[in-house]
């Protein structure tokens, strides 16, 4: 499949985030930060509202979303900005959008897309870039 | 954090990795799978290689963790976000090799930049980055992440 500027991808990612969600990936990835998973640590060390899930659980929603439209094992960089935390309750939805297509040199495109994730108000939870050997 | 540490890329652990960012591809579990065997074996989702936090010996963000010795002080800063104030502002990949189920990679950290701004939403800002890379069992680099974590003066308003 041949990808060319302009070309978009979304998905929905994860809807209705429950503190399930959040306490399985602070498992799988070992981070166990107490304002992930205790609400009393939230509000009383921090004073937030709640527990939010972890930025990189929204990256990786994401990046589920980028690898699913440009393939898997073929990313050769990912990065993002964290612009809002993303709180129980919330429903996140990856764009994607083809910004960039050069010659890899081997019979493949170098696929540049720009990416946002948004929360179900329309605000963006993680903003970022991908490159991707398609 | 420690200089270096081994980090073995386990089955089990990719499985799960994959299934909390409700990703059940078989590429990440299944070595039977057409689309597995294409790409030469398991691989692992594109942010999977933050679960090394699990093998660092002085990983900040796991309290509860038996250790041998006192536990590791609370800096913070590290790109993982810390406790408290702490959060994540960015985070970087470049991928150079693939990781496949079986490889042990050995993990190491440097310090980067440090910088102060001021925030819109959370008063004085403290940036910092880390910089960590991913070397597989045959030394060949595989990834290089770049974390910058930021530390707030009061809560993030929302």
Redesign the interface.
């Known amino acids: 499949m041949a990808f060319k500027v302009g070309d978009k991808h979304e998905a929905v990612?994860?809807e209705n985030v429950v503190r399930t969600?959040i306490v399985?990936?602070a498992?799988?990835?070992?981070?166990?930060?107490?304002?992930h998973h205790d609400d009393t640590a939230a509000k009383g060390?921090?004073?937030?509202?709640s527990v939010f899930a972890?930025?990189?659980?929204s990256?990786?929603?994401t990046?589920?979303m980028?690898?699913?439209w440009l393939g898997?094992?073929n990313?050769?960089?990912?990065?993002?900005?964290?612009t809002k935390?993303v709180w129980p309750g919330d429903t996140l939805t990856a764009k994607g959008e083809v910004t960039n297509v050069a010659d890899a040199g081997n019979g493949k495109q170098l696929v540049t897309v720009k990416l946002v994730t948004v929360n179900q108000a329309g605000e963006s939870v993680v903003e970022g870039e991908a490159v991707a050997e398609v | 954090m420690a200089d270096s540490f081994e980090f073995p890329v386990d089955r089990t652990q990719v499985m799960l990795f994959a299934r909390s960012l409700l990703d059940i591809n078989p590429v990440y579990w299944d070595p039977n799978a057409p689309e597995t065997k294409a790409l030469g074996g398991i691989i692992v989702p594109p942010t999977f290689v933050q679960s090394s936090a699990h093998w660092q010996p002085d990983y900040p963000l796991d309290l509860t963790r038996p250790r041998q010795g006192p536990p590791p002080p609370h800096r913070g800063d590290n790109g993982g976000g810390g406790l408290g104030r702490g959060l994540h502002a960015e985070q970087h990949y470049e991928y150079h090799h693939p990781i496949h189920v079986g490889d042990t990679l050995t993990v190491t950290s440097r310090p980067g930049e440090r910088w102060e701004k001021e925030g819109r939403r959370g008063g004085k800002l403290l940036f910092s980055e880390s910089i960590t890379e991913y070397r597989n069992q045959d030394g060949v680099l595989c990834v290089t992440a770049r974390s910058i974590g930021v530390q707030t003066e009061r809560a993030v308003d929302q």
């Open positions: 990612v994860i969600h399985k990936y498992g799988a990835s070992g981070d166990f930060n107490p304002l060390l921090a004073g937030y509202p972890h930025g990189m659980l990256m990786g929603l990046g589920r980028v690898t699913d898997k094992g990313l050769k960089k990912y990065g993002v900005r964290f935390q």
